[in-house]
């Protein structure tokens, strides 16, 4: 496969997807409940975004707390398994006829 077709495979819509469910996993849960904030839309307007929590409701949901992800966004199990769905569809080795 030539260089081009690797590129473009990883900066697929899949590959940002396993990139982030990589971060996801690597991320400890500790770092993200603490971290800081750092949507911009929520610095700007002074109030929490559509999306805000999302990433760390996928750190919990990664290292197995459904609870802790459904408390800090209540479609973020749901975002992440349809994402790791997404990238195993993708990336997962096909049987060959």
Do not use: K, Q
């Not at 495979?9 to 940002?16: D, Y």
């Not at 690597?26 to 929590?53: D, Q």
């Not at 996928?58 to 990238?87: E, K, N």
């Amino acid at each position: 496969m030539r260089l081009r077709n690797r590129l473009a495979r990883v900066a697929s819509a899949e590959g940002v997807l396993a990139a982030a469910l990589a971060g996801a996993v690597l991320v400890p849960p500790a770092i993200a409940e603490r971290g800081p904030n750092l949507c911009l839309i929520s610095r700007i307007i002074g109030r929490p975004c559509p999306a805000c929590g999302m990433s760390r409701a996928w750190v919990a949901m990664a290292h197995g707390d459904l609870g802790r992800s459904f408390g800090w966004h209540p479609l973020g199990p749901f975002a992440y398994v349809l994402a790791t769905l997404l990238v195993l569809r993708r990336y997962a080795p096909r049987p060959r006829p």
